[in-house]
């Protein structure tokens, strides 16, 4: 039984094209160490459907305020409550929810690392494979960032055999 539990910061919750590839990723990494995954926070999808067809731009932007809330302060309660971050930095760039959850899980005193599997250059120049603060706070946290799958899941398993 893992010791350790990781928060697993993503954006591959929006596109319905990536969704296959975040579960088998999350259940690879549940083999070895214990996974909050905040896409698995279902609370609110039927209220998100039922607001797109809401007339009032009102309502529907006061409840979606309401929402946003919520669930920013349920991500940060679960970066809390983990031992550390792995963080997905796939992208043009890194997605800016997947940073603020870098630098806040880094502010708590978190290990954190990363996996890129995107060949396009993302860093800042060519001494940084993403944006030069999100690889400053990964490796003064003590994590690194990876390219493979594979390299990925032996660092959970690795940071989970810290524990004991």
Not at 36 to 56: C, K, M, V, Y
Not at 101 to 108: N, P, Q, T
Request: with cysteine; charged share 25%; aromatic share 10%.
């Amino acid at each position: 039984m893992p010791a350790r539990s990781i928060y697993l910061a993503s954006p591959l919750g929006f596109a319905t094209s990536t969704h296959g590839f975040m579960r088998e990723l999350a259940a690879s990494l549940s083999e070895v160490i214990d996974v909050i995954n905040p896409w698995d926070d279902q609370r609110f999808a039927g209220e998100f459907t039922q607001l797109r067809h809401e007339d009032s731009v009102a309502v529907r932007d006061a409840r979606l305020a309401k929402i946003n809330s919520e669930l920013g302060r349920a991500n940060a309660a679960c970066i809390d409550r983990a031992d550390g971050l792995f963080a997905i930095l796939d992208g043009v760039d890194v997605d800016s929810g997947t940073a603020a959850e870098i630098g806040y899980a880094f502010a708590k005193g978190k290990y954190v690392c990363g996996m890129r599997t995107d060949f396009r250059l993302a860093g800042d120049n060519h001494g940084s494979i993403v944006n030069l603060q999100v690889q400053y706070f990964i490796e003064q946290s003590g994590g690194v960032i990876v390219t493979e799958v594979g390299d990925f899941l032996a660092l959970a398993e690795a940071f989970d055999a810290r524990a004991g």
